[in-house]
């Protein structure tokens, strides 16, 4: 899924002129993917409940591979937009049964050390997704990269069937009974706003990022980019190392770790056109903040309902899907009107309400039992 998101922004130069279309409408190949995953993960949250996370992933992936196999023979962009919303609607699937498969392990430790792999390859993702829809797209065209993705899907499948059968929960409920728990679990609710705000703030100023760096240090406009690797290297550590951090301080404070981390970066960045290399640290203290407190964020969520853990994940798949939908426009129209000095702090206020909502909503850790001293008997001489 992550390869599938960067690629297309690879290629969205190439479709444009091929098709003759106006690059401002072939990007809304973007939104045709994203918009999906944010309106219908709800709807299909509750599937891997009732049915099985395994039964769900291969759904998810069959469509997924044949909707990024119509991309490849698609005539026109109105068809793609079409095929790439199918391909939004199997990520709606995949996504909240990947996590959820991740949550049905006993342990927080166990829950802690997956979530944190499975949020590892979506920075990797940033790494090899643009050079390898870059290399494809030149060495046989824009319809390449969508035929790569379907190969990718269907390896991904094979993959799936392989896992041992799963069993639904023991009393599932109806779709509409188990929607409606969600909307009126308050907790939940509290932690998806946070989900919301963060990557509203996260993903709103990340997209302006290599603009950042061409106006402060006049860097190219086609090497902009490779500040972008800083994110992908820095995100495979922080959430590799997210895992074994929720197994020792606990995923709140994990969560509240990578939110100061974000939030006090952000805010320094604006100030940092004095020297690009401590530009490029801060904006790795930004990366690194985001990706080491998203997977704890999840095994909150995750440990929420057992019963209705996917319903959980998916909710919060959607709110997270939503800001980044919202966030680029207000950050974007900030930039706009006040420029960087202001789009800093602005996202650094947004992170600072974040944390203080997380610090009230999350879970804390239950009091460890108290110790029983066994006094010793005495003796009692004859």
């Known amino acids: 899924m992550g390869v599938d998101?960067?690629?297309?922004?690879?290629?969205?130069?190439?479709?444009?002129?091929?098709?003759?279309?106006?690059?401002?409408?072939?990007?809304?190949?973007?939104?045709?993917?994203?918009?999906?995953?944010?309106?219908?993960?709800p709807i299909f949250g509750p599937l891997s409940d009732r049915r099985g996370r395994r039964y769900a992933l291969r759904l998810g992936l069959a469509?997924?591979?044949?909707?990024?196999?119509?991309?490849?023979?698609?005539?026109?962009?109105?068809?793609?937009?079409?095929?790439?919303?199918?391909?939004?609607?199997?990520?709606?699937?995949?996504?909240?049964?990947?996590?959820?498969?991740?949550?049905?392990?006993?342990?927080?430790?166990?829950?802690?050390?997956?979530?944190?792999?499975?949020?590892?390859?979506?920075?990797?993702?940033?790494?090899?997704?643009?050079?390898?829809?870059?290399?494809?797209?030149?060495?046989?065209?824009?319809?390449?990269?969508?035929?790569?993705?379907?190969?990718?899907?269907?390896?991904?499948?094979?993959?799936?069937?392989?896992?041992?059968?799963?069993?639904?929960?023991?009393?599932?409920?109806?779709y509409v009974d188990s929607l409606r728990s969600v909307a009126r679990d308050r907790r939940a609710l509290s932690i998806m706003v946070v989900t919301f705000l963060w990557f509203a703030g996260a993903f709103g100023l990340f997209v302006y990022v290599g603009e950042f760096f061409h106006r402060s240090f006049g860097i190219p406009t086609d090497r902009v980019g490779l500040a972008y690797v800083v994110v992908g290297l820095v995100g495979i550590i922080a959430a590799r190392t997210s895992g074994r951090f929720i197994a020792t301080i606990g995923p709140r404070r994990t969560v509240l770790t990578g939110l100061a981390l974000f939030g006090g970066a952000v805010f320094v960045l604006p100030l940092t056109t004095i020297a690009l290399p401590l530009a490029v640290i801060v904006f790795a203290i930004w990366a690194f903040g985001t990706w080491f407190g998203i997977p704890a964020l999840n095994t909150i969520v995750a440990g929420l309902s057992e019963r209705e853990r996917g319903s959980r994940l998916a909710y919060n798949s959607s709110a997270q899907s939503l800001s980044n939908v919202v966030g680029p426009i207000v950050t974007g129209a900030i930039i706009a009107n006040w420029g960087f000095g202001v789009a800093g702090p602005y996202t650094s206020l947004l992170a600072l309400c974040t944390l203080a909502l997380a610090w009230r909503v999350l879970p804390r850790p239950a009091p460890a039992p108290p110790r029983v001293v066994t006094e010793p008997r005495p003796i009692i001489e004859t």
């Not at 998101?5 to 130069?13: G, K, N, Q, S, T």
């Not at 479709?15 to 401002?24: S, V």
Request: proline share 9%; charged share 10%; net charge neutral.
């Open 5 to 41: 998101a960067y690629i297309v922004a690879a290629v969205l130069p190439e479709i444009a002129e091929n098709l003759q279309e106006p690059i401002e409408r072939v990007g809304l190949l973007a939104s045709a993917y994203a918009l999906p995953m944010a309106i219908l993960a």
């Open 63 to 174: 469509i997924f591979a044949a909707a990024a196999a119509a991309c490849v023979v698609a005539p026109g962009l109105p068809l793609l937009l079409v095929t790439r919303a199918i391909n939004g609607l199997g990520a709606a699937i995949i996504l909240p049964a990947a996590i959820a498969k991740a949550g049905d392990l006993p342990t927080e430790a166990e829950r802690g050390r997956a979530i944190g792999l499975l949020g590892a390859v979506f920075p990797l993702s940033t790494l090899i997704g643009l050079p390898i829809g870059a290399a494809l797209t030149i060495g046989a065209g824009w319809r390449a990269p969508f035929a790569f993705i379907a190969l990718v899907a269907l390896v991904a499948l094979a993959g799936v069937d392989r896992l041992p059968a799963d069993h639904p929960t023991a009393q599932p409920v109806r």
